[in-house]
């Protein structure tokens, strides 16, 4: 309380002397309150000018260059000495504590600590912390192994355990965006360790955090890296609500001239390369126009040579012209010429073919050339399948480098179908690689082996099994009762006075009993039994 007042106070007693005792009681009272106010009032103000003696800060422990720990465990880097510069301007001690970004977060909701650094802002955090202006830019992608692919943004992720540092905004951007298989560490360093050891594959980090770790493990060859998911901004901030302390924190940090913001910059983040000097450019002018003089030289040296070269050359080209046409023809007629039917083909689409192969599909080479194999033949094949599939996979065999040869069926305008043989290959078509189908005609080949098949298992009469397949069928279902444990029955014809009708009546009529035989046999078996003709008047079921 100052002089003055005091004097007034005590002034205040002698002047009530001349009142009325009830009036003097009364006033004095109220002299007495208003004095006890006025004394508090000016207690606080001088209350509200005491600033603390020191103040801690918390921040993450491995986030180079803006902090992390030198070889002998001691917290360094430009955020260190920004707060010793703080320290410097105030008066105020910082107690300076860089540890796991998590334990730095529970620090300051438990109030240990009265401001914290390195810290981004979130929607989450807002209700938390009153932040400071920002002070640096940090683009955060994914980095992901170089043996993986496919990794471009938020959605990519789905599927994969991502690494995470304990407590980061990172993991804040993941969650919102469905992405919950995280696996966290306490550190980005210990993070990149985890991933170089391919304990994770697939990590959100920092970029500035992460060019330092992965370089220092030498492992940046490694890894690569998407555009970023976001950008966040570095602030500090102190606890929801304590306006004071983030007023007196800002103007200590108000306090640091530009110069020495500068040196800070320049010692952590790298020197700027400065301008050469006029006297280097005229020394590297010098030099360049030189090396241009003698640079032309050469150029008109080569230029004479190359005029020589171009005439023999374009000489040698003429003849090669030549040859390559006379080379050309000879093919065009053997082309031509041929006993099977050639078609080029790109892909799956006929760029030529020769004479044959408009005779083997009776049509035209326009219908042709443009076209595909399954235009012309979109019939099912000899192994059942449908001929585009059969087409594909051989199409897919030789895009790989294999030839394929397989059976076809060659559907004509006539309706007819002819049985072919393709053989597909690669083939260098006028420098571009293409495929070459030769196509050969077996209907005739065909024909011989059902023929030859039919006389070595059919009986040439009744068209039954004859005893060779009726053998080979006993001898499968024997194997497959014995395997299944099950029973089945033959049963054995033979025609009674068979000799006397062929006697009597001639084999026409013997033959005709034969026949008529047979077939009633099949009309009463099912269509899974066997009807064979052993010789002679000898039927056999299975």
């Given at each position: 309380m100052g002089h003055s007042a005091v004097r007034v106070l005590e002034s205040v007693p002698s002047r009530l002397c001349c009142m009325e005792p009830m009036v003097a009681e009364t006033a004095a009272r109220l002299l007495r309150y208003w004095g006890a106010l006025l004394v508090c009032w000016l207690c606080g103000g001088v209350l509200a000018q005491v600033q603390p003696t020191s103040i801690r800060v918390v921040l993450d422990d491995n986030y180079p260059p803006y902090t992390f720990r030198d070889g002998d465990g001691n917290a360094q880097g430009l955020l260190k000495e920004k707060w010793d510069l703080w320290q410097k301007h105030t008066g105020i001690a910082v107690e300076f504590q860089s540890m796991d970004w998590a334990a730095a977060q529970a620090?300051?909701?438990d109030g240990k600590a009265d401001v914290i650094d390195t810290i981004f802002e979130t929607e989450r955090r807002q209700k938390i912390y009153d932040f400071s202006a920002p002070y640096a830019t940090i683009a955060v992608p994914i980095y992901f192994h170089r043996s993986m692919g496919g990794i471009t943004d938020v959605r990519s992720l789905k599927g994969f355990t991502?690494?995470?540092?304990?407590?980061?905004?990172?993991?804040?951007?993941?969650?919102?965006n469905g992405i919950t298989e995280l696996r966290r560490y306490a550190s980005y360093e210990a993070l990149v360790k985890a991933s170089v050891a391919q304990e994770v594959r697939v990590l959100c980090i920092d970029e500035p955090a992460a060019v330092y770790f992965f370089n220092r493990e030498r492992a940046a060859d490694e890894f690569r890296h998407t555009a970023?998911?976001?950008?966040?901004?570095?602030?500090w901030a102190v606890r929801k609500g304590q306006?004071?302390?983030?007023?007196?924190?800002?103007?200590?940090f108000a306090r640091i001239s530009p110069q020495e913001m500068e040196a800070l910059q320049v010692r952590w983040l790298g020197q700027r390369v400065e301008t050469a000097y006029w006297s280097n450019w005229a020394r590297y002018g010098a030099y360049a126009l030189f090396a241009l003089t003698l640079f032309s030289l050469i150029l008109l040296f080569w230029s004479r040579t190359l005029r020589r070269r171009v005439q023999v050359r374009t000489q040698e080209l003429l003849t090669t012209v030549a040859s390559l046409k006379a080379s050309e023809s000879r093919f065009r007629t053997l082309f031509e010429q041929a006993n099977d039917a050639i078609l080029i083909m790109r892909g799956p689409v006929v760029i030529d073919c020769n004479q044959r192969t408009l005779e083997l599909h009776g049509l035209s080479r326009e219908e042709i050339v443009g076209s595909t194999p399954l235009t012309a033949s979109p019939v099912t094949q000899p192994d059942g399948r449908m001929s585009d599939v059969v087409m594909q996979e051989m199409l897919a065999r030789v895009e790989a480098g294999h030839s394929a040869v397989f059976e076809w069926r060659n559907l004509r305008p006539d309706g007819s179908v002819l049985d072919v043989e393709v053989s597909l290959s690669r083939i260098d078509f006028g420098g571009?690689?293409?495929?070459?189908?030769?196509?050969?005609?077996?209907?005739?080949?065909?024909e011989a082996q059902s023929e030859i098949l039919r006389l070595a298992y059919f009986d040439?009469?009744?068209?039954?099994?004859?005893?060779?397949q009726v053998v080979d069928r006993l001898r499968q279902a024997l194997a497959g009762c014995k395997r299944h444990a099950s029973w089945g029955a033959v049963l054995f014809i033979d025609l009674d006075?068979?000799?006397?009708?062929?006697?009597?009546?001639?084999?026409?009529?013997?033959?005709?009993?034969?026949?008529?035989?047979?077939?009633?046999?099949?009309a009463n078996a099912r269509a899974k039994d066997l009807v064979g003709r052993l010789g002679g008047d000898e039927f056999v079921v299975l």
């Amino acid at each position: 309380m100052g002089h003055s007042a005091v004097r007034v106070l005590e002034s205040v007693p002698s002047r009530l002397c001349c009142m009325e005792p009830m009036v003097a009681e009364t006033a004095a009272r109220l002299l007495r309150y208003w004095g006890a106010l006025l004394v508090c009032w000016l207690c606080g103000g001088v209350l509200a000018q005491v600033q603390p003696t020191s103040i801690r800060v918390v921040l993450d422990d491995n986030y180079p260059p803006y902090t992390f720990r030198d070889g002998d465990g001691n917290a360094q880097g430009l955020l260190k000495e920004k707060w010793d510069l703080w320290q410097k301007h105030t008066g105020i001690a910082v107690e300076f504590q860089s540890m796991d970004w998590a334990a730095a977060q529970a620090a300051m909701v438990d109030g240990k600590a009265d401001v914290i650094d390195t810290i981004f802002e979130t929607e989450r955090r807002q209700k938390i912390y009153d932040f400071s202006a920002p002070y640096a830019t940090i683009a955060v992608p994914i980095y992901f192994h170089r043996s993986m692919g496919g990794i471009t943004d938020v959605r990519s992720l789905k599927g994969f355990t991502v690494g995470v540092k304990d407590g980061d905004a990172c993991v804040e951007y993941l969650n919102a965006n469905g992405i919950t298989e995280l696996r966290r560490y306490a550190s980005y360093e210990a993070l990149v360790k985890a991933s170089v050891a391919q304990e994770v594959r697939v990590l959100c980090i920092d970029e500035p955090a992460a060019v330092y770790f992965f370089n220092r493990e030498r492992a940046a060859d490694e890894f690569r890296h998407t555009a970023p998911l976001y950008r966040g901004q570095f602030h500090w901030a102190v606890r929801k609500g304590q306006l004071d302390l983030k007023k007196m924190v800002d103007d200590g940090f108000a306090r640091i001239s530009p110069q020495e913001m500068e040196a800070l910059q320049v010692r952590w983040l790298g020197q700027r390369v400065e301008t050469a000097y006029w006297s280097n450019w005229a020394r590297y002018g010098a030099y360049a126009l030189f090396a241009l003089t003698l640079f032309s030289l050469i150029l008109l040296f080569w230029s004479r040579t190359l005029r020589r070269r171009v005439q023999v050359r374009t000489q040698e080209l003429l003849t090669t012209v030549a040859s390559l046409k006379a080379s050309e023809s000879r093919f065009r007629t053997l082309f031509e010429q041929a006993n099977d039917a050639i078609l080029i083909m790109r892909g799956p689409v006929v760029i030529d073919c020769n004479q044959r192969t408009l005779e083997l599909h009776g049509l035209s080479r326009e219908e042709i050339v443009g076209s595909t194999p399954l235009t012309a033949s979109p019939v099912t094949q000899p192994d059942g399948r449908m001929s585009d599939v059969v087409m594909q996979e051989m199409l897919a065999r030789v895009e790989a480098g294999h030839s394929a040869v397989f059976e076809w069926r060659n559907l004509r305008p006539d309706g007819s179908v002819l049985d072919v043989e393709v053989s597909l290959s690669r083939i260098d078509f006028g420098g571009e690689v293409c495929m070459q189908a030769i196509v050969r005609d077996i209907t005739e080949r065909k024909e011989a082996q059902s023929e030859i098949l039919r006389l070595a298992y059919f009986d040439s009469l009744t068209q039954l099994p004859n005893r060779r397949q009726v053998v080979d069928r006993l001898r499968q279902a024997l194997a497959g009762c014995k395997r299944h444990a099950s029973w089945g029955a033959v049963l054995f014809i033979d025609l009674d006075n068979f000799k006397n009708l062929n006697d009597t009546r001639g084999h026409d009529v013997g033959d005709t009993l034969l026949v008529e035989v047979s077939r009633r046999l099949m009309a009463n078996a099912r269509a899974k039994d066997l009807v064979g003709r052993l010789g002679g008047d000898e039927f056999v079921v299975l």
